[in-house]
Nanobody
Framework: QVQLVESGGGLVQPGGSLRLSCAAS????????MGWYRRAPGKQRELVAV????????NYLDSVKGRFTISRDNAKNTMYLQMNSLKPEDTAVYYC?????????WGQGTQVTVSS
């Protein structure tokens, strides 16, 4: 079992920045790739960014490329999402996800609201 806890969400003005964190605990040695998803009101959940086990490989949703950066610190069992140049359309609940073999684990989510 893996437990994931997100933090760092909040209210920010357009153009601002936030850094989300996802702290993992439990059977962390078996975690493979990790990712950030988001669900905006009235929309389906979408994959925002994914990072490989080592952190060397990353992929991003087209609409966040150049603005968001995913990273992980395996020594701290933590994954991050640095979000810059935020736009109102980035408003959503952001969830972290961890893959352990064929299983997927989710955090409880953290709200990000981009509004003036």
């Amino acid at each position: 079992q893996v437990q994931l806890v997100e933090s760092g969400g909040g209210l920010v003005q357009p153009g601002g920045s936030l850094r989300l964190s996802c702290a993992a605990s439990g059977s962390i040695f078996n975690i493979n790739h990790m990712g950030w998803y988001r669900r905006a009101p009235g929309k389906q959940r979408e994959l925002v960014a994914v990072i490989s086990t080592s952190g060397e490989s990353t992929n991003y949703l087209d609409s966040v490329k150049g603005r968001f950066t995913i990273s992980r610190d395996n020594a701290k069992n933590t994954m991050y999402l640095q979000m810059n140049s935020l736009k109102p359309e980035d408003t959503a609940v952001y969830y972290c996800n961890a893959a352990v073999g064929a299983s997927r684990y989710w955090g409880q989510g953290t709200q990000v609201t981009v509004s003036s």
